[in-house]
């Protein structure tokens, strides 16, 4: 609980651009008005140029990190997928839409914001770029913890990596934390079974 008695949370990721967005719309400087403007705007530009007007965004993203092309990005980009290489560059594919932001796209993206924005305001959030290690060593015993890691031998490539000593770690940190906590993963495809849900 906060000092003011409504409910908190700390919502932490080593990815700093979904941080940013989010406490941009914590700060005020991301408002659903400014939504609406950027993406009508690069919206109509990318139905003129096409795929040619995503890259250049992408490579504007990847040089100043803006938290309004990341979220332009991230809803033109593949399947909406957040991916990055080696360097640090977003490197997903164009979803090869260019009327992706059609205005009714873009009443959808600004109403998720407003509401996103209705809820932060409502209770005490904060956000932070730092790893899981912190987090946990930060948490007390009262808290819990959502934690929703990458899916270990799928999708890994998310922003920093992800292997099985990072899962195994993760594993010994929850393992030692006094209060509770809910661990997101992938169980099972088609094809294979999750073998660390039963590892560990």
Same mark, same amino acid.
């Given at each position: ?21 989010? /406490? !941009? ?30 890259? =250049? ?5 990847? /040089? ?15 399947? !909406? ?10 490197? +997903? ?7 992706? =932001? ?11 914001? /407003? ?9 005490? =959030? ?9 987090? +946990? ?5 009262? $808290?819990? +913890?959502?934690? $929703? ?13 992800? $292997?099985? !000593? ?11 934390? /006094?209060?509770? =906590? ?19």
């Amino acid at each position: 609980m906060s000092r003011h008695g409504a409910p908190s949370a700390v919502s932490c990721d080593s990815n700093p651009h979904p941080v940013n967005f989010y /406490a !941009g719309i914590a700060t005020g400087k991301i408002t659903p008005e400014l939504v609406k403007e950027f993406l009508t705007r690069e919206g109509e530009v990318l139905l003129s140029k096409g795929e040619d007007h995503y890259y =250049f965004v992408r490579e504007r993203f990847n /040089a100043e990190h803006s938290p309004l092309d990341f979220l332009f990005v991230n809803r033109a980009g593949f399947n !909406g997928m957040i991916r990055f290489n080696r360097k640090g560059g977003f490197n +997903i594919p164009f979803c090869r839409k260019p009327q992706r =932001f059609a205005q009714t796209y873009v009443t959808k993206i600004v109403n998720q914001v /407003a509401w996103v924005s209705k809820i932060i305001k409502a209770k005490e =959030f904060t956000f932070k770029c730092q790893d899981f290690n912190k987090t +946990i060593q930060d948490a007390s015993p009262n $808290d819990i +913890i959502y934690r $929703d890691p990458p899916c270990i031998e799928r999708h890994v490539d998310y922003y920093n990596g992800w $292997d099985d !000593g990072h899962e195994r770690e993760l594993f010994d940190r929850l393992s030692g934390f /006094a209060g509770k =906590f809910i661990l997101s993963t992938w169980h099972r495809n088609d094809y294979r079974e999750n073998e660390y849900v039963k590892g560990l």
